[in-house]
């Protein structure tokens, strides 16, 4: 089967794409709500540290698959959630994963 076969197995991803670009919510994510939000977040890593990286996990992916310009954000995020060790294996997977 050639890659050309079938191009509507794309459809999915682009919509998602069209879908968070038109809506914007890439703007909503950015470092004045990292900042607002730093001590719920700790508090949430700390209760639930395999569920906190699960959903850290997915979320970059997901922000890698639809190009959203949000790496830097997720990657330092990463580290201040995780630790600069922790928070830079898993920031490393997810982006090469995506």
């Not at 909503?28 to 990292?34: P, Y």
């Not at 209760?47 to 992916?61: H, K, N, T």
């Amino acid at each position: 089967m050639t890659s050309t076969a079938r191009p509507w197995l794309l459809l999915p991803l682009a919509v998602a794409m069209a879908a968070a670009l038109a809506f914007a919510w890439h703007n909503d994510v950015g470092w004045s709500t990292l900042a607002a939000h730093r001590t719920a977040l700790h508090r949430w890593v700390a209760a639930a540290p395999l569920a906190a990286g699960a959903l850290y996990m997915s979320a970059y992916v997901a922000c890698v698959v639809l190009s959203l310009p949000l790496s830097a954000l997720f990657t330092l995020a990463g580290g201040m959630l995780f630790g600069a060790v922790f928070g830079t294996a898993l920031a490393v997977v997810s982006s090469s994963g995506g």
